[in-house]
């Protein structure tokens, strides 16, 4: 069946914009991750939804940044007022279930270039 | 909070060399996890490990579980170029949480 997806698969915009970057997880995922990865480095946490629970904002950077996830599937990844420091490449994941059994499927990411 | 730390950060081998990352965890974990990212790719999970001492291979590739489970190691035997890329460790917490060490970024030279 079909992946994790995410678009765009590229992103370019100037300092000061807003950015939306979406996450499409497989049907049927109740738990969704999103990780910022910067050149050459690790998995930064972001943020992750599970079910109908309220989400873990643990890892946001600052209040630029923001989440929803609709219907408990597709995901917006919101950054307002992007800063150069925002260049990185997203990254969306979504898992069967938050629990001790599961692997995270990832999607192919979204580069995030800010000018 | 809760902190995954892996190690090395880099390693560069010659074909054929072994190669080991390790993983270590700040508290004990549900389970870990396993992943590998190719140059210009994303994330693909391995393995997962769960139980204490647990020990599995896959081909050339040797996962362990530390009997506290707080540490692992991936042991790759006789590393091909078709090896390289990017080691991640992630540990599962009993909030479900996965938290993912900094990777090892394995370099093999022909």
């Known amino acids: 069946g079909a992946g994790v997806s995410q678009s765009p698969s590229n992103k370019v915009t100037e300092k000061g914009k807003d950015v939306e970057l979406r996450c499409d997880p497989i049907?049927?995922?109740?738990?969704l991750y999103w990780y910022r990865q910067s050149l050459g480095q690790g998995l930064e946490f972001l943020i992750y939804?599970?079910?109908?629970?309220?989400?873990?904002k643990s890892g946001l950077p600052s209040d630029r940044f923001s989440a929803e996830r609709t219907g408990g599937s597709v995901s917006t990844l919101t950054i307002q007022r992007t800063q150069q420091e925002d260049s990185a490449v997203y990254l969306c994941?979504?898992?069967?279930?938050?629990?001790?059994?599961?692997?995270?499927?990832f999607g192919p990411g979204t580069r995030l270039t800010v000018t | 909070g809760q902190q995954v730390m892996q190690i090395p950060q880099y390693q560069h081998v010659q074909e054929g060399e072994d190669f080991t990352t390790y993983c270590n965890s700040s508290?004990?974990?549900?389970?870990i996890q396993w992943y590998k990212q190719r140059p210009g790719g994303h994330p693909v999970f391995l393995i997962q490990?769960?139980?204490?001492?647990e020990v599995k291979k896959q081909k050339r590739l040797t996962f362990q579980f530390g009997e506290a489970k707080k540490n692992s190691s991936l042991h790759i035997t006789a590393t091909q170029t078709t090896d390289v890329g990017t080691y991640f460790c992630?540990?599962?917490?009993?909030?479900?949480?996965?938290?993912f060490g900094q990777g090892t970024t394995l370099q093999v030279k022909p």
């Open positions: 994941a979504s898992s069967p279930w938050v629990g001790p059994s599961y692997e995270q499927y």
């Open positions: 490990l769960v139980k204490s001492g």
């Open positions: 992630a540990g599962q917490s009993n909030t479900g949480k996965l938290i």
């Open positions: 939804f599970q079910g109908n629970s309220a989400p873990d």
């Open positions: 049907s049927g995922h109740t738990a």
């Open positions: 508290t004990t974990l549900s389970n």
